[in-house]
Nanobody, 117 residues
Framework: VQVAESGGGLVQIGGSLRLSCTTS????????MGWYRQAPGKQREMVAI???????TYADSVKGRFTIFRDSGKGAVHLQMNTLKVEDTAVYYC????????????WGLGTQVTVSS
């Protein structure tokens, strides 16, 4: 199983970016898909999760600004990030975990998002 992120980059405060996570061998009806991030000197934190039943959880810090959604036809999960803040700067990781077999968990290598002032 492979998970790969793309779409990171440098953006100014208030700008937007869309991150994409492409997968192989993952059936979205069996996996929770999530975006996590890790800023320098900080622990990795959950940003958004979308579950097989389409329920979604967002971190409080991104509610109303970020949107997670699936494109099942393309085997992709996207994170639309709007109104970006300097504190959104981090490496963003895509995560896939089986809904029943929690040890079946996969991470991408991450993509850097830098928000500049």
């Amino acid at each position: 199983v492979q998970v790969a992120e793309s779409g990171g980059g440098l953006v100014q405060i208030g700008g937007s970016l869309r991150l994409s996570c492409t997968t192989s061998e993952i059936i979205f009806s069996n996996y929770e898909m999530g975006w996590y991030r890790q800023a320098p000197g900080k622990q990795r934190e959950m940003v958004a999760i979308i579950r097989p039943d389409y329920t979604i959880t967002y971190a409080d810090s991104v509610k109303g600004r970020f949107t997670i959604f699936r494109d099942s036809g393309k085997g992709a999960v996207h994170l639309q990030m709007n109104t970006l803040k300097v504190e959104d700067t981090a490496v963003y990781y895509c995560n896939a975990v089986h809904r029943f077999i929690r040890s079946a968990e996969y991470w991408g290598l991450g993509t850097q998002v830098t928000v500049s002032s």
